[in-house]
């Protein structure tokens, strides 16, 4: 019921900054949690920050301090401030929108394809 598109992804050097941007569209009704995921290579999927339509947030530790999870006025987009990127923050970042605010997975039904961020040493 409600389609993802990630945007913002690619290549950076070590210290280097990203910004990933992920837009709503569709049935967003009662959508009020909006989230970060990534895969490193090799990988399982790992939690990376959420916000709730309140501003709410949490962080995942070996992130906090250097990402920031953000979302518009309308809240249909979210976005993902990179700053301080290490080689260990490749993966491919996934998109999510549900109607729990927490870090597990399966409280996200809606996904988005992904977008590959990749940091270099």
């Known amino acids: 019921q409600v389609e993802l598109v990630e945007s913002g992804g690619g290549l950076v050097q070590t210290g280097g900054s990203l910004r990933l941007s992920c837009a709503a569209s569709?049935?967003?009704?009662?959508?009020?949690?909006m989230a970060w995921f990534r895969q490193p290579p090799g990988k399982e999927r790992e939690f990376v920050a959420t916000s709730w339509a309140d501003g709410d947030t949490i962080y995942a530790d070996s992130v906090r301090g250097r990402f920031t999870i953000s979302r518009d006025s309308g809240k249909k987009t979210v976005y993902l401030q990179m700053n301080s990127l290490k080689p260990e923050d490749t993966a491919a970042y996934y998109c999510?929108?549900?109607?729990?605010?927490?870090?597990?997975?399966?409280?996200?039904?809606?996904w988005g394809q992904g977008t590959q961020v990749t940091v270099s040493s």
């Open positions: 569709g049935r967003t009704f009662g959508v009020d949690a």
């Open positions: 999510a929108a549900g109607r729990i605010f927490d870090r597990q997975a399966a409280n996200y039904d809606n």
